[in-house]
């Protein structure tokens, strides 16, 4: 087999242990957090896993082999299967129907049990699973751990009379990762600290103003945003879903002195007409200093995006400042979108959408590495280097009965550190869309420099 360390990085690398800023069951504020159920997923790591323990018992000592449940099941399978050791199974909770059981599996009385752990903290909650499974006349002598947490765990169970034997500890492995580079000295003593029972103090990471981001924006688009968010003090994008020439222009007009750019859909107005649907849109953007975003949210191959974008009547092309697309299509779809900003579609506010964390994080690897990408629309945080547009903002609504989640200016400010909201319905639909488009501007002006 591979070191033990070759194995751990191995084990690193399915994510078991995050560092950072994590809030424990008991409300305690941790510097790192571990979840070794990964493991389970990956055969060959579960196999060696298994051998690794196994390789640290006497194993002549054990009768039956026990997982705590659930993360320690395939482990404890895993040894029993390589070991030829009889395998039980603690519920972790009795049924309450057939033999209403609380340990499964083929048992005498006078056995003695390996109990299998993958994480130890306290203890405390393997000295209330012993005695389930020594209520059923089973004796535990051993237990064996793949991670010490380091926080007094396998003192107590040592103190009861348990034999605890430990694959890694939490400093071991700080010391593995920090050799490859993968923690920082301070990191180390962060968790060192926290280890010696010291109340860590994280330090809030404060957002990047507008003016930061400007200093370090490359796309065109997107310093032209940043720059007109600055002069008018606005980060209002309104949403302009309506059905007309007539309504868009009016609208346009009525809140272009409150928005940093306009959102439409333009395949959705009724009589457009090159002439007078975009030539006076060009001028009130002009006139009021706002951008134009076409919301068409392209999903296909690329060339015919490429087609969509730039030909047919609409021909986006020639007027929007900047579009939005899904990346669905992969890294090349993106390339068509020359002299304009891209938003991608990272993951959407409607109840039930498909846009899973898996999709959402292959999505981000695409919108981090095009250079036509300006940023991105999600309902969570998402690289500073990158614009955040959250739609689905309402000062008082919390949701439109079809699937459409809202949340207000202060939460996605203070907990998504959103960069442009994006309203609709709450200001083409208000009676009067000039002072809902003022009071949007002044809220979200507000909770920007809140959140600052």
Not at 186 to 205: A, T
Request: charged content about 25%.
């Amino acid at each position: 087999m591979e070191s033990k360390k070759e194995f751990f990085l191995e084990c690193y690398k399915l994510g078991i242990i995050k560092f950072g800023r994590f809030t424990l069951k008991s409300g305690i504020e941790s510097p790192f957090y571990v979840d070794l159920r990964p493991l389970a997923s990956d055969p060959k790591i579960l196999k060696h896993l298994a051998n690794y323990l196994l390789d640290m018992l006497p194993l002549d000592n054990f009768d039956l082999i026990c997982g705590v449940p659930y993360a320690a099941l395939p482990m404890a399978t895993a040894m029993s299967l390589e070991s030829y050791i009889p395998l039980i199974i603690k519920r972790k909770e009795a049924k309450d129907y057939g033999t209403k059981k609380m340990i499964e599996g083929i048992f005498t009385q006078g056995q003695n049990c390996l109990l299998v752990e993958d994480v130890i903290t306290s203890g405390k909650s393997l000295l209330e699973t012993i005695p389930e499974i020594e209520n059923e006349g089973i004796s535990v002598s051993d237990i064996v751990v793949v991670l010490d947490r380091q926080q007094g765990g396998k003192e107590l169970l040592e103190s009861k009379g348990y034999r605890v034997h430990t694959l890694f500890t939490i400093s071991e492995v700080c010391g593995m990762l920090k050799e490859e580079g993968h923690l920082s000295n301070d990191e180390v003593l962060r968790i060192s600290d926290f280890l010696q029972g010291n109340e860590v103090k994280f330090e809030d990471k404060k957002r990047l103003s507008y003016a930061q981001k400007l200093d370090v924006a490359e796309h065109s688009v997107a310093r032209r945003l940043l720059e007109t968010a600055i002069a008018k003090q606005t980060n209002l994008i309104a949403s302009a879903d309506v059905m007309t020439t007539a309504e868009l222009l009016d609208l346009a007009d009525k809140v272009g002195p409150h928005i940093v750019a306009l959102k439409t859909h333009i395949d959705i107005i009724t009589d457009f007409d090159p002439d007078s649907t975009i030539l006076p849109l060009k001028d009130l953007a002009a006139k009021h200093n706002f951008m134009l975003m076409e919301d068409r949210k392209f999903a296909d191959i690329g060339n015919t995006q490429e087609l969509q974008f730039s030909y047919g009547i609409y021909k986006i092309s020639n007027w929007a400042d900047f579009v939005t697309s899904q990346v669905i299509g992969g890294y090349d779809s993106l390339n068509c979108f020359r002299n304009v900003g891209v938003v991608a579609i990272l993951g959407m506010s409607s109840k039930g959408t498909l846009t899973d964390a898996a999709y959402q994080a292959e999505a981000l690897k695409v919108a981090q590495s095009h250079p036509n990408v300006i940023g991105g629309v999600s309902q969570k945080q998402i690289p500073e280097e990158l614009l955040l547009f959250t739609p689905g903002v309402s000062i008082a609504e919390t949701g439109d009965g079809k699937g459409q989640q809202y949340n207000t200016p202060e939460k996605v400010f203070a907990d998504l550190q959103t960069d442009f909201i994006i309203v609709g319905r709450g200001i083409y639909k208000a009676d009067h869309p000039e002072a809902a488009a003022l009071n949007y501007k002044i809220a979200g002006w507000n909770a920007y420099t809140a959140s600052l």
